[in-house]
């Protein structure tokens, strides 16, 4: 995991970091840190959207945490060529041992776009939409799920089940669904949450930087601590084939985000309630409360409408507060702006392998991807390389490490 973050961090390097193409697409996740130091409500700028958007009525299984998006050879070299994995996490901090369930009045939605190549402009068009829907759990604390594949207005379903925490957790289950003429494999359980990241330390880094505390630096690998060690996610995992994403169409890129709507007992409509693509973009840069969770109930379309101004503007603001002149922060908007999370098929994949014209990462996210290190690194043109937190965590301490994935679908480690 380490060799892959120096491979991708000196993809970014080459860029220099006055350029505006270094900032372009990164993830956001050290600006949203750093934004609540500058702003009245750091409470709502938390990492990678393990948090975001507070309503009364939002419980954690309605909270969105990382999305990861993957050629599934780039983890398996077994796997069979071109199946492509799509990884939703939900339900942060769940506590080990504890089971927790899928919400049965909720959609969990992976929306995709074909993309006619990296360099153009993210549309926000739901060419795909794979359609999740929870019952009641029974007796031995499985759900049954029913999935719909939505392509090109067309609607093709199955039904399968959950893993509950009862179930020998080498023994999980495995459905193998038919959507018409595709095949999918699917998991939805729980499973280790796999981001890590030292967040406790970035604040008093972070706040020495802003002349507001002492000077000091990231805690050594043998003292940082990794804020998600030993808790799970409600995460639904899915393996599905390219030629189901292109279909009619010879796409090889594709825009990926991922959404939950609530339906609306008055209406019976379903509400978009959360969404997330890449890692740390709606609450990096919006941070008033009541704004978030506009940002979360809007399509990538409505990104840059004169809808979305008031969350636009917002975004702006707390651009010139990180030292961005109107020119930068309009850049970086266009930039990153419509969210998406785009994968270009046809290279390996990892976050910022591979970059298009205007900086923004264009080869998914994997399980390990030190998301933390390479964007540090951007942000302080290489002063700052790492949080001293990797995934396999370091000897003698133990406040950091996950447990290994595991080497066959659905690849995240087991549950705590």
């Known amino acids: 995991m380490k060799n892959h973050a120096k491979n991708s961090k000196k993809t970014w390097y080459r860029f220099g970091f006055g350029n505006i193409k270094i900032l372009a697409g990164i993830s956001l996740l050290a600006l949203s840190l750093t934004v609540s130091l500058v702003t009245s409500a750091p409470k709502y700028a938390t990492a990678s959207d393990h948090d975001d958007g507070e309503v009364d009525t939002k419980g954690r299984n309605l909270n969105l945490t990382d999305l990861y998006v993957f050629r599934e050879q780039d983890q398996n070299p077994a796997a069979r060529q071109d199946d492509l994995i799509l990884v939703m996490n939900t339900n942060p901090r769940s506590l080990a041992r504890q089971q927790y369930y899928f919400s049965t009045n909720a959609l969990y939605e992976f929306k995709i776009s074909r993309v006619a190549n990296r360099d153009a402009t993210p549309t926000g068009k739901e060419d795909v939409t794979l359609r999740f829907q929870f019952d009641e759990p029974n007796s031995r604390g499985e759900q049954q799920f029913k999935l719909t594949l939505v392509t090109d207005g067309r609607q093709r379903s199955d039904t399968g089940r959950t893993t ?21 494999k699917v998991f939805a359980g729980l499973r280790e949450d796999p981001f890590f990241f030292d967040v406790e330390q970035f604040f008093r880094v972070r706040a020495g930087a802003l002349g507001i505390g002492p000077a000091v630096g990231f805690r050594p690998a043998n003292q940082a601590i990794d804020f998600a060690k030993g808790y799970n996610v409600n995460s639904i995992v899915v393996r599905i084939p390219r030629a189901a994403l292109a279909g009619n169409t010879n796409a090889t890129t594709f825009d990926v985000w991922e959404t939950i709507s609530v339906k609306d007992h008055r209406s019976g409509k379903f509400q978009q309630f959360e969404r997330l693509a890449r890692p740390g973009i709606n609450e990096g840069l919006v941070v008033t409360n009541d704004f978030l969770n506009a940002f979360n109930s809007i399509p990538p379309t409505a990104d840059l409408s004169s809808a979305a101004k008031p969350v636009v503007a ?39 392998n591979a970059l298009n014209t205007k900086g923004a990462p264009v080869a998914g996210r994997k399980l390990t991807d030190d998301v933390i290190d390479i964007t540090l690194g951007v942000l302080t043109n290489g002063a700052v390389t790492t949080d001293n937190v990797s995934y396999e965590g370091a000897a003698g301490n133990p406040s950091q490490g996950h447990q290994p994935l595991v080497q066959q679908f659905p690849y995240l480690a087991l549950p705590n």
Do not use: H, Q, W
């Open 164 to 184: 509950p925490l009862s179930t020998d957790p080498n023994n999980s289950t495995i459905n193998n669904l038919s959507l018409g003429d595709t095949k999918v």
């Open 314 to 352: 917002e975004a702006r603001k707390t651009l010139k507060a990180l030292g961005n002149n109107d020119e930068r922060a309009k850049a970086l908007l266009g930039a990153f702006l419509p969210d998406v999370m785009r994968i270009d098929t046809t290279v390996a994949s990892g976050y910022a």
